[in-house]
């Protein structure tokens, strides 16, 4: 039986299951494709310079504390991303959005703390800073996995 | 609040995709939506009324919690 485009067998439409038909919508197909369309550029330049800085860049070289930076220059671009497809989501994808960066946004400052008062006691660890990053983000991208499995 | 978006819509015969369209949001949110683990603000809820030709008091049911009175009565707010 033929079904017209976005409509389904009226038994699967009855138990809620939505296996004909197209998974995403239109809407969910703009988002994505405007946030890869920012994001991917940013996130591949980010990779390249940090090859090239972990490759070529030692305490030797002239300029090397500039240097260094040179990676953090595109996640300004994977900022501006995240925070246009913050703005163009729909009212629930924001607000699972900012659960989730809240939840981030919370480990980190924990995990910040924690280091804080590491150091106090002089134990001070060369890749904090990695430490509470690493835990925001990870703590973030684990939230929107759990809360998009629907 | 309980809805009856899921009963509608299968009576529309549409996946969840399609409502989405319908409605300009993403597929997550008409699920979360169907689930009641979310209640739509005053603009998509009136979306989701024209979208399935109904009245929001059709599609939406308060429960005692969302109405703040355990009687169902209407307090003046004077």
């Not at chain 1, 994001?39 to 090239?52: C, D, K, N, Q």
């Not at chain 1, 989730?100 to 134990?123: H, T």
């Not at chain 2, 899921?6 to 699920?31: I, P, Y």
Request: some cysteine.
């Amino acid at each position: 039986m033929l079904y017209i485009d976005g409509m389904m067998d009226p038994t699967e439409a009855q138990a809620g299951r939505t296996g004909r038909g197209p998974r995403l919508s239109a809407e969910d197909k703009r988002q994505r494709n405007s946030y890869l369309r920012e994001f991917l550029p940013a996130i591949v330049t980010f990779w390249i310079l940090l090859a090239i800085v972990l490759n070529l860049v030692d305490e030797t070289t002239p300029g090397a504390r500039l240097w260094v930076l040179l990676p953090v220059l595109p996640m300004i671009g994977v900022a501006i991303a995240l925070y246009r497809a913050t703005q163009r989501s729909d009212e629930y994808g924001r607000i699972v959005m900012l659960e989730c960066m809240a939840l981030g946004f919370g480990v980190s400052m924990i995990a910040a703390m924690a280091v804080g008062f590491l150091g106090m006691i002089d134990v001070a660890w060369t890749y904090g800073g990695w430490l509470v990053f690493g835990a925001g983000m990870t703590t973030w991208g684990l939230a929107l996995v759990v809360r998009n499995l629907d | 609040m309980e809805n009856r978006l899921k009963e509608l819509r299968a009576v529309s015969g549409w996946s969840q995709a399609h409502l989405a369209d319908r409605l300009g949001v993403s597929r997550q949110t008409v699920n979360a939506l169907e689930k009641g683990r979310y209640d739509p603000s005053l603009p998509l809820a009136f979306r989701l009324a024209r979208v399935f030709s109904t009245t929001i008091e059709e599609l939406f049911t308060p429960d005692d919690d969302d109405l703040g009175e355990t009687d169902g009565s209407v307090t003046s707010p004077v």
